[in-house]
């Protein structure tokens, strides 16, 4: 299994930016697919970021492509989701998610329910 624990969250003004940080424990050896996710009140969890534990690929969801970066740390186990540009809109929990895939190229996955290891959220609040 996989421990996850994002931090990083807060309150920013529109047009700031956040970095937030998950910090992964446990089998981190396995092939993964690393997520992004974020959820806001009445709405459904939504696919943000995502990136290859192994190979590093990523892909953004079209409403934070160009402002967002997804990156990752395998020397510390850490994903990163820097966040630019923040709009009102992005306000949100924002959680981290992983899921014991095969990387087989150029796919990835975006549904929350493909993913097996969640963090606790951290919230993010934009305002205006």
């Known amino acids: 299994q996989v421990q996850l624990a994002e931090f990083g969250g807060g309150l920013v003004q529109a047009g700031g930016s956040l970095r937030l940080s998950c910090a992964a424990s446990g089998r981190t050896s396995r092939s993964y697919a690393m997520g992004w996710f974020r959820q806001a009140p009445g709405k459904e969890r939504e696919f943000v970021a995502g990136?290859?534990?192994?190979?590093?690929?990523?892909y953004y969801a079209d409403s934070v492509k160009g402002r967002f970066i997804i990156s990752r740390d395998n020397a510390k186990n850490m994903v990163y989701l820097q966040m630019n540009s923040l709009k009102p809109e992005d306000t949100a929990v924002y959680f981290c998610a992983a899921g014991e895939r095969t990387y087989y190229g150029g796919s990835f996955y975006y549904n929350p329910g493909e993913y097996e290891y969640w963090g606790q959220g951290t919230q993010v609040t934009v305002s205006s």
């Open positions: 990136i290859w534990w192994s190979v590093g690929s990523t």
